[in-house]
């Protein structure tokens, strides 16, 4: 074993943990490294039950919530400036600062699982070879941390207000970041079997550093970790040649996909969350839970597309479906335009695989109810009560209908309601949340909330 490879060893054992195990020094240096203004979220999380959201003030603050939440569950900060005075888990339209950004590194394996100390030692060489090249290349060294499963490359940059006017540019913009580094280290990734996670939407959380990693079901050879830095010191990095970069997408001076190529191919669907019953507060809406199978429709360059939502098994329809769904319905929706559906029938479900045959016995319905792309532009930053009424501009002819909804009265009201007109149950949804996308996969989100008949409803403490 070569002294690179002791060494990479010895940071993965490092990491290693017992139930009480939280290293507050660098829980400490991770809180510096926000540079928050005003106040920070920490969300705690844990499978099977709903999210915690506690707001904190300072860092002996921070640290009290942090310690005592790592015990049972994982604990993560909004990484983004918030506006200060929030009383619910921060979106999109919340940030109103970016001063950090996160390459999150990520051995490639089954979801939910820990890694083995090979595939952590490799994503970590990956990081290695990503620093040294923005040291190389007239950037400052990015800090680095064990995320537990991972490593995250945390990049400081001057702090840039973000207001409604530039929101989706900036988004955008780190969005194009993590994309051009996947292109640059492809090899190196592929080589090390390594994947860059998602970390561009604005409100994204990341690991407290400092806290233990305890998802999934632990092995022997998959232990729980701590997430630790591995420089115990945080220098003060700011890069205002990276931040301008990033800005005019031109690190490298290397091309970046245009929002045109990306609209010629499908995106990830947003997926809901199971509602566990905690309270809801703010604007909802209810629709009913079509029981069809998830469709995405694109309109571009005189052409109707269709789309399943499993993409990783390549599901284009395009060919099967463009018999029973005409192009001329889509006749009044602009180009560049992607829908987010439910396909069904006049029969009900079970006559779905009708359609594909080349003499359908049923007739389809379409329900359309979110549009992510318009004109070639991403509104997925819209807020959700804008989309709807950009749905109802958009003219759709049959068999393509739009989903009914209305403000949400009562849980339970509504989802007997929705039952006893033959639905398989409701899905709510919070009126000013964004749509999120996912680079590899779909992005579940707490925004979106299916319930169907049977489901026990309770309130956690935490959300009294």
């Keep these: 074993m070569t002294q690179s490879q002791c060494f990479l060893l010895l940071l993965a054992d490092r990491g290693k943990v ?30 099977g039950y709903p999210p915690v ?7 002996e603050e921070f640290i009290e919530v942090a310690k005592k939440f790592n015990k049972e569950r994982n604990v993560y900060a909004v990484l983004r400036e918030r506006k200060p005075g929030l009383k619910r888990a921060a979106r999109a339209e919340d940030i109103i600062g970016l001063n950090i950004i996160v390459i999150d590194i990520d051995p490639v394996k089954e979801k939910e699982t820990p890694s083995t100390d090979e595939e952590l030692l490799k994503a970590i060489e990956v990081s290695k070879l990503i620093g040294q090249w923005f040291r190389k290349h007239g950037f400052k060294k990015p800090v680095t941390a064990i995320s537990g499963n991972g490593v995250h490359l945390y990049f400081s940059v001057p702090y840039v207000e973000i207001n409604d006017e530039n929101r989706f ?26 994947r860059v996670d998602n970390m561009y939407d604005l409100p994204r959380i990341g690991k407290i550093i400092g ?5 999934g079901e632990e092995s ?24 301008k970069a990033i800005l005019e997408k031109n690190l490298k001076d290397a091309h970046f996909h245009t929002i045109v190529k990306k609209i010629l191919s499908p995106v990830w669907l947003m997926q809901p969350n199971p509602y566990f019953g905690e309270k809801i507060e703010g604007d909802w809406i209810v629709e009913p839970k079509i029981d069809g199978w998830r469709l995405e429709v694109i309109k571009d360059k005189g052409k109707a597309l269709f789309y399943g939502r499993r993409l990783e098994k390549c599901p284009d329809w395009t060919d099967k479906l463009s018999n029973v769904l005409p192009k001329s319905s889509l006749e009044d929706v602009p180009e560049g335009t992607i829908l987010d559906c439910e396909l069904y029938t006049s029969e009900g479900r079970r006559f779905i695989p009708s359609l594909f045959a080349k003499k359908p016995n049923t007739q389809p319905i379409v329900y359309v109810f979110d549009v992510i792309y318009l004109k070639g532009k991403f509104i997925g930053s819209l807020p959700l009560k804008e989309r709807k009424r950009v749905l109802e501009g958009l003219n759709l002819k049959e068999p393509f209908r739009i989903l009914e909804f209305k403000m949400l009265s009562d849980v339970e009201s509504d989802l007997k309601k929705a039952v006893a007109k033959g639905h398989e149950g409701i899905v709510i949804k919070e009126f000013q949340s964004s749509y999120v996308l996912g680079r590899d996969s779909p992005m579940a989100t707490a925004f979106w909330r299916k319930i169907k008949p049977g489901r ?6 935490d959300s009294r």
């Design 220 to 243: 022997l050879n998959k232990p729980f970790r701590m997430s630790y830095f591995i420089n115990e010191r945080i220098p003060n990095r700011e890069d205002p040649i990276l931040l």
């Design 53 to 59: 959201v506690r707001v904190v003030k300072s860092e």
């Design 18 to 47: 017992t139930l009480e195990d939280f290293h507050e020094h660098h829980a400490r240096l991770f809180y510096r490294l926000l540079k928050h203004k005003n106040e920070t979220e920490i969300r705690a999380l844990r499978s």
């Design 456 to 461: 026990v409803l309770w309130q956690s403490e």
């Design 169 to 194: 540019e900036i988004q955008e913009a780190i969005e194009f970041f993590e994309s051009e580094i996947r292109e640059m280290f492809k090899y190196e990734l592929d080589l090390h079997n390594c």
């Design 211 to 215: 806290s233990r990693s305890f998802k």
